[in-house]
């Protein structure tokens, strides 16, 4: 109840700073019998891992996960999952400058405050790293998924700055994301992104971005109301993600402009006829994908100079060198993925127990995923 | 964990469907020594109620709320406060002819195919009139919050269709919200709204809404990291309610459109020089006014045909007549501020709980909140 | 996290006071498609009802359960399931000359230092009548585990003050529980015990008793190791209860005493061949019958005076009138059941959630149940 | 929720195997502020070591703890401290032999039907070597508590087998119980023990064993009822240790033969005249020595051959080698300090978030503690 778990029969809860000697994770509720080995998950924290362009901060970290338990003879034995990622590339002497200093727009003014105390190094438990382990749990999460019940995750970025797409854009293609520095969906847009980001790292700035994720292969009746619906839950696991500050469902926003007959989505014994609702009514899943939009402010940690105070209260200006991501957004793809994963497991997870055993005569609709 | 629970340490329980005898819930976790009356609670039921306006649903509900426990001589005891509103004009019968229909837009299909049973009268517990009890429940949150650390919860609706204002608008007043019967802060946009609802209702359909809250008086500190940031716990609690489909904090979607430089909130010895932040800097509050904006859906109860399944697959036409909201954001409002208190006194809890004996010597910084 | 819910998946929150209006509680997470009325459920609270047998309290309460939600047509729907029960025989004026002491051996100095108020009618929350919706939350979760599963739940007083009995006596016989005013299920004990009853009640004074009980037809394989294991949540569940002070499980603390070559259940192909561990293992189900025992203290509340302090903190007399149980072990049967059934329902769900899937090849053993 | 946590507001979460690569835990919601090292936390652990007497396992474990987080320059952040300890003498082969089989009285034959997998290595999760991770978790509970609030926790072994004492035998004296082999508060049932045990190794037996609990200093107002009761979660967190069978507060299962003139305690102005609640009332503190009892089996491991099936639940016979205590319950003791720290830590913190700001009128009386 620290704040530092997510889940509840799926649960996640991690540990770690920025510059301390390890962060780890124990995934505690993960079902028996899932093949599972350290390369599974390595993979998907490849995808995040920093130092990979130079769109994303210099820090090199090999993050090497271990699996510390839970895995006898290469597959899940029902047990907490521990997992480990040792710190190798800390250089906490970059920080010494601004220990007396709160970086404007970062957490060292709300963490002094809170705890009395502060670790300056890196931004200690505020920093982006702490994200790595919701990748690695939400790797298990997405291999059980896709294995037991086809389910897939998709997220690519969709805006930086003035630069943006959506899907039906002619050259939007789920399948591109892998193909640029930018987990982009439109080739188009990744292309104009590449020259406006090394303007941007010029003039010592970052930038904004946006994220869609589509949930693919959803199956119909996930989620808890009044409280734990689905689309709340995710609201959460995504706002939880650092410098996320907006997140929407379907149509997002755009709603409060819409009348009740065009937002509604007919039912036809084809489907639904549209998904203006994002794949969710009454916050439980309607089978059509999960769709869901989230927005990552600037990274504040840019060599513009900037106004601040120091910890006596006293006017100062700030720099801050480091290693940073121009746009942290990017990097932020794999993280919604992880954490709308660890969602929708502890959901089909709270499904099972409390539903496993219906069997009712209502006939399923088709939906494609 | 079924989903009917809000909050850790002060800890919210629903139960009641739309057309039962009644519906209640179990406020645990109030500290003791808080003067407590029905009539307290009443008045913001009040602000909620249906049957006040030509412009929410003509159902006709005393909403009469009973403290049923956890109150002693005029003064809460720090035991449950069981909270019992009755049931009193369910016209079921309006229901009858919806019995085998799946109605667009509403949770009959998911709650059909996740349960196995449904209860058709009203949307049964997936009624928008389960949020009186989160009304009720917030009420004791903001009585509490008001009494004891001077917080003070402001919403209002900011926009309807096409009509929307923002706090920079030359008659934007929080103090406005009371004068019209759509709970918004700006009188020119109220305005235009009556003539805009009126024509709606003639043609059977209804619209989409944006509501705005502010958080005035927040403490610094509040909010737990990693996962239960205090904005990530407000995004659950607004997306929690009925129709919500996005939420925002601070400059919400357009941060991804924003450069590093002018997005960070500037510290000055008299305190923030901005609010980009919304208030919330990694998870944790700073002490200035904590601002989000949340979409409303359309209500899918509309006069106006709709095309749908029946509970046996075969291809269907509706009309839905009941008694229904043209625009449900406006009743929205207090909800908002419900569930926003009911996320600010959890943490306010949480904190003292961890953090109750930090003395440290780190000067606050001026925020006139 | 206030205290007042039991119970992760079937999680049961209660709220009321001894001489409040109403008590009552929400059951969450009860699966749909179970058949339930009132009637059902009062038949158990009919077991626990006072006014029933000059050794129980001289109180006469109703005790009519209503259900406000969660049952559609005769069956539950998987929405939570609100429960009433009205007090109808509340004298408060019996307690007006308690109001300044602190009556020994009761809550009452302890709850005045914890919350600073006291609600000094007949023990407020602290009064034993809050077990009454334990009773009729508990018969949803007997009514669910026998008929989904066959599980029962027997408890019957084994001992009071010298008199007591073991499944090994001659005439012990779990038939016999519902045949005396004791919840025996030894009919020689009962008879000795009511003439014992019959002069402690002449005396004004109370007696302990020691309560036994078993769950019959327990699957393999509930409980969650290493925290959550079912014998601790149970040892939890039954020490939760009002004078409760004491609890084991299999041989308890005779196992002190015991050699590891004498207490070790042997497996063979036909079963375990004893049930020293009383049907746990490691915290997981053997699938044996599930056996504890508890303690309940002697009533406080007795006419002899008594050694106290009053709220000034200056020593005073007190003598208790008002309605009490001699011993209130045996009305704590029903209850014990209650709590029992409560932790089993539990743990099916959480088994059902993490290991629905599960196919192994481990052959059963045949056990009786 | 599967198990791995206890706690709500100092919450500890433990992972690892007996022969797994490491074991560790998260502590989330230590208060900021605590002076810790790896040093602080080793004393507890040395405790408990295995390896250190003849009577208890052979197994060589430095048990080495690394605090991997949550401590910055000395002094705790409030962030979630990561603890680790490496396995260093795992003799897996040891275990071969036994792959096949189902050790009675061991959770070989549960875990296997629970989870269809079972790491058959030293007892996988079911080791006693996962209570490692309970008391350094608890190391740091009982500093804080020890530190800003005074609270001590002693426990020690009153019986092992037919070797018994109590607090009023004529050599009873806390101070003694780091003086001898077996935890003992008593030197003359310590010598008794010696032989005892020496005879019972030779003959390849074990035996059970009774160990007190007295936590002193405690304030009065800690415990949340009506389930969360200080009592309840006390009797949980014992009967979660590792072969623990039944647990008792106070006069424990004796107050089934009290009557209620004898077992209330008398309140004076100088405070309680006995204690036979424990230091419990109501499910809240009374500010008397909080007094618990516990019963640990004898170790099933022995090398006496038992009589058991294989996994094809054919009949078998088998010898346990390996290497393992003759008494478990002698490295008990310093498991169960910890886990009654947690759950004091826990309820402190718990009553701080709730009562914080409690101001009231009633005397305290005198408690030495």
Known sequence: MAG????????????G??????????????????????????????????????????????????????????VTTGTPIGLLIENTDQRSQDYSDIKELFRPGHADYTYAHKYGIRDYRGGGRASARE????????????????????????????QIGPHSTAP???????????????FCPDPRMAESCDQYLRDLLKAGDSVGARVRLEVQGMPVGLGEPVFDRLDADLAKALMSINAVKAVSVGDGFAVAGQLGSEHRDALTPDGFSSNHAGGVLGGISTGQPLVAELAFKPTSSITQPGTT??????????????????????RGVPVAEAMAALVVMDHLLRHRAQNGGVNHSYPDIENSG
């Open 131 to 158: 994200t790595a382990l919701r990748v690695a749990a939400g790797a298990i999460a997405q291999r059980y998924l896709a294995a037991t019940a086809g389910i897939r995750f998709r997220a690519g970025v969709v």
């Open 309 to 330: 105070i120091n910890t006596s209260g006293e006017p100062a200006e700030i720099v801050t060198r480091g290693r940073h991501d121009p746009c942290v957004g990017i």
């Open 17 to 74: 700073e920025s510059h301390g000697p390890a962060l780890g994770a124990i995934v505690d509720g993960c079902p028996p019998g899932l093949p599972l080995t350290e390369a599974d998950i390595q993979t998907y924290l490849e995808r995040r891992r920093p130092g990979q362009s130079r769109f994303t901060t210099a820090r090199r970290e090999a993050d090497q996960v271990r699996i510390l338990s839970g895995v006898f003879e290469g």
């Open 4 to 15: 530092n778990s997510f889940g509840e029969l799926f649960r996640v809860t991690s540990f």
């Open 168 to 182: 039906d854009a002619p050259d939007f293609n789920w399948d591109e994301v892998g193909n640029n520095l930018f």
